[in-house]
T-cell receptor, first 111, second 117 residues
Framework: GEDVEQSLFLSVREGDSSVINCTYT??????LYWYKQEPGAGLQLLTY?????DMKQDQRLTVLLNKKDKHLSLRIADTQTGDSAIYFC???????????FGAGTRLFVKA | GAVVSQHPSWVICKSGTSVKIECRSL??????MFWYRQFPKQSLMLMAT?????????EQGVEKDKFLINHASLTLSTLTVTSAHPEDSSFYIC?????????????FGPGTRLTVT
């Protein structure tokens, strides 16, 4: 199958770390992405990881990939109120063409 | 990163009329453009994929005669919603992918909110 699944909601306190999880079913995925969508806006590419990597860090963002379990996570350190948004996990589908999106995780940051 | 623009950002039209939405890649050549539809609090639903100079490939269940897609140049794709009805009201998002290195990166426009009355 080509499903990408994520939990729908996460609430954290400002300053804490947020961890958003994602699982996928197709082991042939080559690239996996995290996108951020603020209300009424398009999607902003936050980061991506190639399937031969285990981890990628970019400032406050850390992506972990467990290829064996087909599990991807996004950790946001020192979460700020401006991080409140919907985060979409996505992967490039079979054939390397279509991008398959999860349903999105709504992150709510409490001040 | 690369920039993709959409125009208009929002539009209200009467039932039965047609609406055209433009998607432009501003600083790169988009060999492939994608059109998505997003319902409130839901994920993106891919409607169609278009490559410059060729006909769009529509996803199952998407009416190609209703949602006309034209990708006439490497920087412009248009989506025309023909004979719009209230059920076509939605948030339409385009994205673009270039060629060469980083071609797996997909850049999204800000979206167009269509309301059909």
């Amino acid at each position: 199958g080509e499903d990408v699944e994520q939990s729908l909601f996460l609430s954290v306190r400002e300053g804490d770390s947020s961890v958003i999880n994602c699982t996928y079913t197709d082991s042939s995925s080559t690239y996996l992405y995290w996108y951020k969508q603020e209300p009424g806006a398009g999607l902003q590419l936050l980061t991506y990881i190639f399937s031969n990597m285990d981890m990628k860090q970019d400032q406050r963002l850390t992506v972990l990939l467990n290829k064996k379990d087909k599990h991807l996570s996004l950790r946001i350190a020192d979460t700020q109120t401006g991080d409140s948004a919907i985060y979409f996990c996505a992967r490039v589908g079979t054939g390397g063409f279509k991008t398959i999106f999860g349903a999105g995780t709504r992150l709510f940051v409490k001040a | 990163g690369a920039v993709v623009s959409q125009h208009p950002s929002w539009v209200i039209c009467k039932s039965g009329t047609s609406v055209k939405i433009e998607c432009r890649s501003l600083d790169f050549q988009a060999t492939t453009m994608f059109w998505y539809r997003q319902f409130p609090k839901q994920s993106l639903m891919l409607m169609a994929t278009s490559n410059e100079g060729s006909k769009a490939t529509y996803e199952q269940g998407v009416e190609k005669d209703k949602f006309l897609i034209n990708h006439a140049s490497l920087t412009l794709s248009t989506l025309t919603v023909t004979s719009a009805h209230p059920e076509d009201s939605s948030f339409y998002i385009c994205s673009a992918r270039g060629s060469g290195t980083g071609s797996y990166e997909q850049y999204f426009g800000p979206g167009t909110r269509l309301t059909v009355t």
